[in-house]
């Protein structure tokens, strides 16, 4: 390690730390003075990513990562990462309390660590390519890190043959899977293993393809009936193969007894106990089975911790990383509900009828009962007046709160119809190039209804990301079921929420918005049908934790009022009636030292 590495380019550079193997420059660091407040680890890091990677570019041939502090924060990342997404490194996820010099002493005391800087070089960065098909270098945060040694740690010593790993929503879990995956293919005492990612819907199947194929993952094999799942174990193929749950059905006995198989399994509280679970474990006897899941399990969900969590893991997974771990690493944003138009709210029975269906098996004339409430209802949900009103609302506020921020809104509708109802207001109000609808279609929708509403996954795909890209009109995706899980687009940040639903389904879905992105600060739920009116009863999770995942914003009010009059107290004497560049003038002269712009 060296203070003194100079870089001679026209200008001459000198980082304030590099660290070198056999001479090789591998890692950057910046360091900022720790006792001016207006100073932070950001600074730090805007040099090396704004100046350095730009004006000695040649010293990033070999860097494996940079970093910078100001003695207080650590945070690292790749080259040309987006500054919001460098995040800190820890020695563990369940370390919660460290701060300033002590969370410094310890991401240093692990990070560096020559062993963790190879295996980072080795097995934890990749090199994808994005949606602009510009290659981008991504590195592993430590949770993944973290989680997928835990499993490879498993797989090799091979006495304990599941785990269960929770990580939050949004925290990087089809990444992790990447990293394990390529770390337990190149295991060489695993003697050339086979890795199965199993999921149980299309649109996680295209995620996780999609990303896997990003990462030019090699010996990749996305199996596309159930016959050709089962001939590639049969034959005894040794890959990285992704699958879909339903594609066992049809398994009938053993299709491969080797013990060098290991099977992920994504969303693991999901279509694990049903025959499809048990025939795939019938297939594959003496397999690894290991769960991820982004919502907690709940006690009553005892199969899915039957099935993955080992009695040695003490809390029930082998790797946690929570709800607060992700908010206090900024590898999620918080997430707000704010309720609209309290008139259209379906009645709170209603509500607690459609949740006891959401969970609980019912008698004959209890459906029957719910039968009759669910077509008034829907009837109620879908009225013409309704749908007029909600739909200006959201045209107000995307304009007034969501547009101005360059970021787009989904429209979750009670049904199918309910979107093309939905679909046809907005066109009313806005351009059609505004908005779309992603459906499934029915055997038994009208012609004209499959003509209009159809989407393979190509164009799916391309009208995604449409929706991703800023500069596209497209600024509204009407959907009731898909994009609810496994959709991942930062640019969203609101969601227009008219449908009932509840705990893991919910929390999927309202998890949609909480990706990081440039200038976004939270995620939010507009709540038109009263979802949110009770929050425990909406997430009734047995960790009480998540019922704190989402929080009303009008809480943020009185907040911010008291944090506008400290502001204010900063520019006494001020007329703050005169604007433009004289009231700037103005309050820039109450912050004339050093010592004032700190407090400020």
């Known amino acids: 390690i060296t203070n003194q590495y100079q870089i001679i380019s026209g200008i001459t550079k000198i980082p304030d730390l590099v660290l070198l193997i ?63 997404l460098w995040g800190p490194w820890r020695e563990d996820t369940e370390e919660t309390n460290t701060s300033g010099l002590q969370e410094i002493e310890s991401a240093v005391r692990s990070l ?53 790993i929770w990580h939050f929503q949004g925290s990087g879990k089809s990444l992790l899977m990447v990293f394990a995956a390529q770390k337990l293919r190149r295991a060489a005492n695993l003697k050339s293993p086979t890795v199965l990612i199993v999921v149980d819907r299309i649109d996680l199947d295209t995620q996780i393809t999609a990303t896997f194929n990003a990462c030019d993952v090699p010996n990749l094999v996305a199996t596309d009936s159930r016959d050709e799942l089962q001939r590639l174990l049969r034959q005894d193929t040794r890959k990285i193969i992704i699958t879909m749950m339903h594609k066992f059905a049809e398994a009938e006995g053993i299709l491969n007894d080797r013990e060098n198989i290991i099977v992920l399994v994504d969303e693991a509280h999901r279509t694990q106990e049903g025959d499809l679970g048990r025939k795939m474990r019938a297939a594959l006897p003496n397999a690894f089975f290991f769960g991820l899941t982004g919502t907690p399990i709940n006690k009553r969900d005892r199969n899915t911790f039957r099935t993955f969590s080992a009695e040695e893991d003490l809390s029930g997974y082998l790797s946690r990383y929570s709800f607060q771990d992700s908010i206090r690493d900024k590898a999620t944003l918080p997430l707000h509900f704010e309720p609209r138009l309290l008139e259209v709210h379906v009645e709170r029975d209603l509500i607690n009828a459609e949740f006891d269906a959401m969970t609980e098996s019912l008698s004959e004339e209890e459906r029957a009962r719910l039968v009759e409430k669910a077509a008034k209802m829907s009837a109620f949900l879908k009225s013409p007046d309704r749908i007029r009103k909600i739909a200006e609302d959201i045209k107000a506020h995307f304009e007034e709160k969501v547009e101005p921020q360059g970021f787009k809104a989904q429209i979750v509708c009670p049904d199918r119809f309910a979107c093309e109802l939905y679909k046809n207001e907005l066109d009313k109000i806005l351009s059609p190039e505004a908005s779309i609808v992603v459906i499934s279609v029915n055997h038994g929708d009208s012609e004209e209804f499959k003509r209009k509403y159809r989407m393979d996954r190509d164009t799916q795909e391309k009208v995604l990301d449409r929706f991703r890209d800023p500069k596209d009109p497209l600024q509204f995706l009407i959907v009731t079921a898909k994009l609810l899980t496994g959709f991942d687009a930062p640019i969203l940040q609101a969601m227009y929420m008219d449908k009932i639903m509840k705990d893991h389904t919910l929390l999927q879905a309202i998890c949609r918005t909480n990706r990081v992105y440039k200038n976004k600060t939270h995620g939010l739920i507009v709540d038109y049908i009263g979802v949110f009116d009770n929050v425990a009863q909406a997430l009734e999770f047995d960790e009480e934790s998540v019922r704190q995942v989402i ?50």
Not at 59 to 74: D, W, Y
Not at 559 to 582: N, T
Request: overall charge neutral; charged content about 25%; glycine content about 8%.
């Open 22 to 84: 056999n001479g090789i420059p591998v890692v950057v660091g910046e360091f900022k003075t720790p006792v001016r407040p207006s100073i932070s680890w950001f600074d730090g890091a805007v040099q090396i990513h704004d100046d350095y990677e730009n004006t000695i570019p040649q010293l990033f041939v070999p860097n494996i990562f940079s970093f910078a502090s100001e003695g207080k924060t650590f945070r690292y990342g790749a080259i040309r990462m987006p500054l919001e």
């Open 551 to 600: 929080s009303n914003i009008g809480s943020l009010k009185e907040k911010f009022k008291v944090a506008i009059q400290v502001c204010l107290e900063h520019f006494p004497g001020v007329d703050k009636s005169i604007g433009g560049y004289e009231g700037l003038l103005l309050a820039q002269d109450c912050l004339n030292t050093n010592e004032k712009r700190d407090l400020f």
């Open 112 to 164: 560096f660590n020559p062993e963790v800087i190879l295996g980072l070089l080795e097995s934890f960065t990749i090199f994808a390519t994005d949606r602009s098909n510009r290659r981008i270098k991504i590195i592993a945060r430590y949770q993944q890190y973290e989680g997928a040694n835990l499993i490879i740690k498993r797989v090799i010593e091979g006495v304990i043959k599941k785990g269960l």
